[in-house]
């Protein structure tokens, strides 16, 4: 959040962070410190074009109020959800936003804003913002899981985010930790991925179907239609010592580091950061840190000894400023190179 008495240093990036729900933009410095900041609804299903059209004078105004002009800014940055093409600079068909299918975003914000246009997807955004400033900053690659809704995924190596020839190069949520007949289907249609047992989503479906062989669960007192059953409350019932919850927590941890197990093995990364709402309370907590261990203790039981000995696996440290803080991050980075060539 802006903080009036820091100084800042020039020049400053914009980073956009469009969601189904919200749009959040912020402009942060050289050195990552946000010098201002709003959000409003993103209207994910009418026409994007008066959105777009309203954040160069909305962040005009903001800078303004704090000493800067429009003029201050080098480049932007903006993230948004999959399915996407990067390359072509637009929105595919992301489910929650029908206003905004095959939008042209890079090249109308680039004209929106007099300014060039970094595009993303708004996981490795979020990535890009934790391996800048946040829990990543003293590793020269990472990967960012967040746990959600779904399961989202941000791989950055050395300063580049892992996009894939088509756009989708990070989507570890689809990774298949389950082959079994019985494993569980995943919001992509799809059978057995890590984002069908380790989202939000998946830990209702599990606590759903685990409730009617354990009556003395206090979960069961949440499944009603006045208080459906959320990952929330099952992080609630496990810190209040609830048997089922603690083990729906436990099996969270391993599913997860199913899925960690792989992408270690293929992209050994300096840390994985977990971040999103599902952290069970996160490092301030015992039942986050005992989620933590548990992850950490699946991965080192799946992955190469020598793999195992250098894991590390942390919490993310930004929360919800990850994204527009990284989509600056990488307009800048992209700055920069341009600048040096
Ligand atoms: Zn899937």
Not at 34 to 48: G, L, N, R
Not at 223 to 242: F, I, T
Not at 277 to 285: L, S, Y
Not at 321 to 331: C, W
Request: charged share 20%; aromatic share 6%.
């Amino acid at each position: 959040m802006p903080d009036n008495k820091k100084v800042f240093s020039l020049p400053l990036f914009l980073g956009v962070d469009v969601g189904g729900t919200n749009i959040k933009l912020g402009v942060v410095d050289d050195l990552g410190q946000t010098v201002c900041y709003t959000k409003f609804p993103s209207q994910a299903d009418q026409s994007p074009e008066p959105t777009i059209q309203q954040i160069r004078p909305l962040i005009e105004k903001l800078l303004s109020e704090q000493g800067y002009s429009f003029d201050d800014v080098a480049a932007v940055g903006v993230g948004t959800p999959g399915p996407m093409d990067i390359e072509r600079g637009r929105l595919l068909t992301p489910y929650n936003m029908p206003g905004w299918h095959h939008y042209p975003i890079r090249e109308k914000l680039q004209s929106a804003t007099g300014k060039p246009v970094t595009y993303t997807n708004d996981a490795g955004a979020a990535a890009f913002g934790e391996y800048w400033i946040g829990s990543g900053r003293q590793y020269s690659s990472m990967i960012l899981i967040t746990l959600g809704t779904g399961v989202g995924c941000g791989i950055i190596v050395q300063d580049v985010s892992i996009d894939g020839a088509h756009s989708h190069g990070a989507e570890c949520g689809h990774i298949i930790i389950d082959t079994s007949p019985e494993a569980l289907i995943c919001s992509c249609g799809k059978a057995g991925h890590l984002e069908a047992y380790a989202s939000a989503t998946g830990i209702v479906a599990r606590a759903k179907s685990a409730l009617c062989s354990h009556p003395e669960s206090t979960l069961n007192g949440s499944n009603k239609e006045s208080s459906p059953l959320s990952a929330l409350a099952v992080s609630q019932a496990a810190d209040a010592g609830d048997a089922l919850a603690l083990e729906l927590v436990k099996e969270t941890a391993e599913y997860l580091g199913r899925g960690i197990a792989t992408l270690a093995h293929i992209i050994d990364p300096e840390a994985f950061i977990l971040g999103g709402a599902v952290d069970f309370g996160g490092d301030k907590t015992p039942l986050g840190r005992s989620f933590l261990d548990g992850v950490i203790a699946e991965t080192r039981r799946l992955i190469f000894p020598v793999l195992g000995a250098e894991l590390v696996v942390n919490f993310a440290k930004l929360g919800g400023d990850a994204g527009f803080i990284g989509a600056a991050g990488m307009a800048r980075s992209q700055f920069k190179k341009s600048a040096s060539l």
